[in-house]
């Protein structure tokens, strides 16, 4: 059974960091690309960041570009976001996407999500 | 950068009717790459569709998608209780790049 387990989320200020985690189970890791999705608070989903395979081919969404950092353990089974210069705009859902190719493809299996509140 | 714009927003129906979801790209999404969502009140999206008309194991046939270039469609021929939710389209493609529309709301009528 697919599992994936987010971790990290809270609440911290304006300006700080975070790392989001999530754990991965049930399904050959390193065979599929990875993304993180957020919703705010009664929003649409909004794409993150996503990550190849092996890392090898990286993306992110204008709005968190130069801030955020998508990074992948595929030994470990664990993708994580690591989250500099927090904005109020950044509060969100956050979850951890598998996608249904190496490279890319659609998104067959979504985590429950870990809620991150920027707020002083 | 590809823009989805689904419509309308929100679709007032009753069960058993008919359901029209619009997703139109701002330019042309290359090999169908485009996928559909439901996402209910506290649950994580699921997928109903990919390669813009493919079902996703275990969605029923009442759900259909169809459409090519930039203009896509979610058809849910008749609606039953548990598909009234939010239905987003993605554009997928062989980079780790996503994007996703705003979202269509199915409410009862």
């Known amino acids: 059974e697919v599992q994936l387990v987010e971790s990290g989320g809270g609440l911290v200020q304006p300006g700080r960091s975070l790392r989001l985690s999530c754990a991965a189970s049930g399904f050959t890791f390193d065979d599929y690309a990875m993304h993180w999705v957020r919703q705010a608070p009664g929003k649409g989903l909004e794409w993150v960041s996503g990550i190849s395979w092996n890392s090898g081919s990286i993306g992110y969404a204008h709005s968190v570009k130069g801030r955020f950092t998508i990074s992948r353990d595929n030994a470990k089974n664990s993708l994580d976001l690591q989250m500099n210069s927090l904005r109020a705009e950044d509060t969100a859902l956050y979850y951890c996407v598998k996608a249904s190719y190496d490279s890319s493809g659609y998104s067959d299996f979504w985590g429950q999500g870990t809620l991150v509140t920027v707020s002083s | 950068e590809i823009v989805l714009t689904q419509s309308p927003g929100t679709l007032s129906l009753s069960p058993g009717e008919r359901a029209t979801l619009s997703c139109r790209a701002s330019?042309?999404?290359?090999?169908?790459?485009l996928a559909w969502y439901q996402q209910k009140p506290g649950q994580s999206p699921r997928l109903l569709i990919y390669?813009?008309?493919s079902r996703a194991t275990g969605i029923p046939d009442r759900f259909s998608g169809s459409g090519s270039g930039t203009d896509f469609t979610l058809t849910i021929s008749r609606l039953k209780p548990e598909d009234f939710a939010v239905y987003y389209c993605?554009?997928?493609?062989?980079?780790?790049?996503?994007?996703f529309g705003q979202g269509t709301k199915v409410e009862i009528k």
């Open positions: 390669g813009a008309s």
């Open positions: 330019q042309t999404v290359s090999s169908s790459y």
């Open positions: 993605q554009r997928y493609g062989s980079s780790p790049t996503w994007t």
